[in-house]
DNA sequence: ATTATCTATAGATCTATAGATAATGC
DNA sequence: ATTATCTATAGATCTATAGATAATGC
């Protein structure tokens, strides 16, 4: 499913062009002071923009994280369930050398158990859909039955949780933790084929 | 190392009950709002004071962010390096039973990431030594050498991601995930010993 | 005409300080 | 005296709306 170009007939090139901008800062301003922290004024003094500005082009704060979340390119460089076991190291390896994306993704998550937040239904879809994928994904390596006796949908929630769990010590103090290296050894754990 | 009464001589026991209370207030108010979300007013009004009232005994935001994380008994039901790895299960049973505590926690550790954030110290060094306290675990399990050849040292951050994940998993969609039961599926994982 | 921006501003908050008042502990 | 709490308030923000002005596209 290739979901469109973002600008149909109704705006025009340069309008999506600024809402590129806008988008990409608010990415950034998130990941420096996450969600309820980030301020529009802030996200418009990026793009030489007043806040009110800004609001011509996202209607409220909340639209504006919307958009942000539905630009979810950013993290879906992540697997759906054509994906190979062996393709996630690498994409831990790349997500390691786009500390910003992994910081605004991390903050949002965060903020989002938190009561009322506005990207709470959307994590929880997401989450559900990746650990479909991530089954299927541990389905095609080693079929029904993992290591541990475990079957692929009892495995699939530790994948998911190792990769997020190693992002937060990784965040923390990069110096001490080897996110792609941890995630590899992970793999081995789950046994002979990975 | 038992740390003492929180209410030396200097201050009265009544003093000591009402910094407790409003402790008990703030974890509460940053589950539901996270740090930056969270208002002195809301802390207040929950133990019936005015804001003003409570910067008696707190003298400032950042201090009663402090002095929550300080009182660390609710998370440091977490383990030493004195634990046994077969209590790390009971472990993530209990913290099921207490979604405030996990939530509170989660959601802090999910803004420190953020720059300039006043607990990203905090967690940093905590992980650090959750860590090493967690290799130590491992290594009196398994000694020095863990299925798929991993060392101590290298299993600690995933049993510590393994955790951390799945939190935020089961604090989205508690219906879905069964923290503990994947928790132990990862021991499970992690060899015959465990 | 429509789109992009701006200035002005309303109306809520928020944190923190100053200083008054009441209660408590020697 | 010290401690706990309150009222008053300064000084920053913040989001969002209203309405003016300039630029762009038929």
Do not use: C
């Not at 007043?50 to 209607?59: I, M, S, Y």
């Not at 910081?103 to 989002?112: C, D, K, M, P």
Request: charged share 25%; proline share 5%.
């Amino acid at each position: 499913m290739s979901y469109g170009d973002g600008m149909s007939s109704t705006r025009s090139a340069r309008s999506g062009e600024r809402r590129a901008e806008i988008l990409r800062a608010a990415l950034e301003v998130i990941a420096e002071r996450g969600y309820r922290g980030a301020s529009l004024a802030a996200v418009a003094e990026r793009v030489g923009l007043t806040q009110q500005g800004l609001l011509h082009h996202f209607p409220s704060k909340e639209a504006l994280l919307v958009a942000v979340l539905e630009e979810r390119d950013q993290w879906d460089a992540v697997p759906d369930s054509q994906w190979r076991l062996d393709l996630l190291g690498s994409l831990v390896e790349y997500n390691a050398m786009r500390p910003g994306i992994v910081q605004t993704f991390s903050a949002l998550l965060g903020e989002s158990v938190t009561e009322g937040h506005p990207a709470r239904a959307f994590f929880t879809e997401r989450y559900a859909g990746v650990r479909e994928a991530m089954a299927q994904v541990l389905r095609v390596e080693y079929g029904e039955r993992l290591p541990g006796g475990l079957t692929p949908e009892r495995a699939a929630p530790l994948l998911v949780a190792v990769m997020d769990g190693l992002q937060y010590q990784w965040l923390l103090d990069p110096e001490s933790v080897d996110m792609p290296g941890a995630f590899r050894d992970f793999l081995e754990l789950l046994g002979p084929e990975g």
